[in-house]
């Protein structure tokens, strides 16, 4: 090649340039968020997640939830995500650093689920959704997860407290039950963590909408 | 790396796999088959190196555009859509080379199965560019972030333009680095007839789909699962699509399995592979 040498150059320049100027700059804005302690309550701001939340989250990962759901609440004044009532406020990058792993998403075939716990504040719906998506969201195309419970045979016992109360045609069927693995449970308490409900001080006004400029001012 | 910097690598990454890689890949395709395959210099050859530099220079920092309305400092989007917009002119000097390449012989590049796939790869690479610049300008963005059309950008960058630049090289080169002849005509125009039909299939459904969904997600009055109904449609049309798709690949495994198979050597005899017209350089003043 004529101008191999200068080719591969130049490509390394510009890459080296753009992950410096792009990478490095944002790592040095917001790479160290600390948590934010509430100068009345005293509590630090994201809370971390708890233990199982955290497998909830690999979980979470590993299922490909990401694919069809984001979790980042766009501002008001961009896109109806308030006015669905998928969050009060906006999305701050604060929200995120609890998670070792942050999956925003890119596609909304399903809902926004970064307040879903807000929302939905029950560990119940989140098993019937996972179990039987129809049983509580007609008409839904979330595909079933009925790999992460297990259906068991009664044989005259008394149901497990922790059995999912689906029945009829979504149900196991008469004489069995329906009970949630360890991945399902860690699930729906990553599930049940999700909600950016403390507001802070130090970012509210970067949600707030730029101050209009004055007619004809410089 | 933790918080919202791993969405930002993430998107820097694969804006770069997409646009500094597939993309380009694509365009060398393109660069090398119409001039070779036309017999015809590139129309407009001092201004290709200023389009690739300057294509691959802001492509590098466009990834932000990626993270509109995302919570990551603003200056990351913005500083996308920006390299976005000022992609525009290489696009459209890498467009006057193709079409200028193209004119006046556009009938003989239909007649040349590598020139449609190309021409195909060509289509798909000035309509990615047209997605991504839309797509990062926030009007746009608000209605169709997170739709169909994002799925849409992505695709025709690496199938649109990608594969389909890969099929046509593979029709050209396969035949002469083995020495044989296709086996199958009629599999070779059920590829590329497959390609197009599905490439159509899937932009319709993609785009017009994705364009629905977003309207209907921005009016809050309307509950998910209404939306979900009204998508279905659209997702059996990406999925018929698809489905078209993978018929063309099926016919050129076929095809491909019968060229490659060391055990066939059958056909190297009398094979007869029409050289490509000369090309003229001289008069342009470079070689």
């Known amino acids: 090649m004529k101008n191999g ?40 701001n994201p809370a971390p997640l708890t233990g199982i939340a955290d497998q909830g989250r690999l979980v979470y990962q590993d299922l490909g939830c ?38 925003i998403g890119s596609s909304r075939l399903g809902p ?34 009925k790999f992460l419970y297990e259906t068991r045979p009664l044989a005259g016992n008394q149901a497990s407290y922790k059995a999912v109360k689906v029945s009829g045609k979504h149900g196991p069927g008469e004489g069995f039950e329906v009970v949630p ?13 999700l909600k950016d409900t403390y507001n802070y001080p130090t970012e509210e006004k970067l949600n707030a909408p730029a101050p209009h400029a004055k007619e004809g001012g410089h | 790396v933790r918080g919202v910097l791993q969405p930002v690598v993430d998107a820097w990454y694969v804006h770069n796999l997409y646009g500094l890689w597939f993309l380009p890949t694509a365009l060398a395709a393109i660069y090398y ?64 080379n193709i079409l200028g390449t193209l004119s006046g012989r556009f009938g003989a590049a239909l007649n040349s199965l590598t020139l449609r796939f190309i021409l195909l790869a060509a289509a798909g690479f000035l309509l990615n560019s047209l997605l991504t610049l839309l797509l990062s300008l926030r009007g746009f963005a608000e209605i169709a972030q997170f739709t169909l059309l994002g799925n849409l ?31 199958s005509a ?23 789909g994705g364009w629905q969904q977003g309207h209907l997600l921005g009016n809050a009055e309307l509950a998910f699962g209404d939306i979900t109904k009204a998508l279905s449609g659209w997702h059996t049309l ?40 000369a090309l003229s350089l001289a008069k342009e003043g470079h070689a």
Request: net charge positive; proline share 7%; hydrophobic share 50%.
């Open chain 2, 33 to 96: 088959f119409l001039p070779k395959l036309l017999g015809k210099p590139v129309r407009y050859y001092y201004l290709a190196p200023l389009g690739f530099w300057w294509f691959v220079i802001c492509t590098a920092v466009a990834g932000g555009s990626r993270l509109i309305g995302a919570p990551v400092p603003v200056w990351i989007p913005t500083l996308g859509t920006v390299a976005n917009l000022s992609l525009i002119l290489p696009v459209v000097i890498i467009g006057l």
């Open chain 1, 66 to 103: 990401a694919t069809c759901h984001t979790q980042q609440v766009r501002f008001a004044g961009f896109g109806s995500d308030i006015a669905r009532k998928w969050g009060e406020r906006g999305s701050f990058a604060r929200d995120y650093i609890r998670e070792k792993t942050v999956l």
């Open chain 1, 112 to 145: 926004d689920l970064r307040n879903v716990a807000t929302r939905i504040p029950e560990a119940e719906f989140f098993h019937k959704l996972l179990y039987a998506p129809e049983s509580v969201a007609p008409g839904t195309n979330m595909p079933a997860h």
């Open chain 1, 181 to 193: 693995t360890p991945r399902a449970e860690a699930l729906v308490a990553y599930l049940m963590s």
């Open chain 2, 153 to 183: 950008r992505d695709w025709s960058a690496l199938y649109l333009a990608f594969s389909t630049a890969a099929f046509g090289a593979a029709y050209f080169f396969l035949p002469r680095l083995t020495g044989k002849e296709w086996r």
């Open chain 2, 186 to 208: 009629a599999l070779v125009k059920a590829h590329f007839g497959a390609t197009v039909v599905g490439s159509i299939l899937l932009l319709i459904g993609l785009g017009a």
């Open chain 2, 238 to 277: 990406n999925s018929a699509g698809l489905a078209v798709l993978l018929l063309g690949h099926l016919a050129f495994l076929v095809n491909f399995i019968w060229i490659a198979c060391p055990l066939n050597s059958q056909g190297t005899a009398g094979v007869t592979i029409p050289v490509p017209p």
């Open chain 1, 5 to 44: 040498l200068v080719l591969f150059l130049g490509v390394f320049a510009t890459l080296a340039l753009s992950w410096a100027g792009l990478l490095l700059a944002a790592h040095k804005q917001i790479g160290a968020l600390p948590q934010f302690k509430d100068p009345v309550e005293q509590t630090l």
